[in-house]
Nanobody
Framework: QLQASGGGLVKVGGSLRLSCAAP????????IGWFRQTPGKEREGVSC????????GYIEHVKGRFTISRDNAKNTVCLQMDSLKPEDTAVYYC???????????????????WGQGTLVTVSS
């Protein structure tokens, strides 16, 4: 089971650090992705990281503001979110995939296991 945490209320320009933990998981067998969703919209891939952590991916409008990292020894993936904007407001989910097609690495259908979301609210 994946567990996302770290969401909260922050002002525009502020920062949050999301964590995805997976106790009991063979963590380094999986690529990990972060996704977000707002009411009435489809789930959107935000960032992902390969099993080793060597490769990462981001959607265009978070590049330079968000940084994904992982610590396989601690079974944890983090998403550092800086310079937050109101449009970053969403429920954020982490997910694990064991056979990601890296060409579509931010597609939700690539991921097998999902955690509960954590709400991020950016106020103006």
């Amino acid at each position: 089971q994946l567990q996302a945490s770290g969401g909260g209320l922050v002002k525009v320009g502020g920062s949050l650090r999301l964590s995805c933990a997976a106790p009991g998981f063979s963590f380094d067998d999986y690529a990990i992705g972060w996704f977000r969703q707002t009411p009435g919209k489809e789930r959107e891939g935000v960032s992902c990281i390969s099993r080793s952590g060597r490769y990462t991916g981001y959607i265009e409008h978070v590049k330079g503001r968000f940084t994904i990292s992982r610590d396989n020894a601690k079974n944890t993936v983090c998403l550092q979110m800086d310079s937050l904007k109101p449009e970053d407001t969403a429920v954020y989910y982490c997910a694990a995939g064991d056979s990601i097609n890296w060409h579509v690495r931010l597609g939700p259908h690539e991921y097998n296991y999902w955690g509960q979301g954590t709400l991020v609210t950016v106020s103006s």
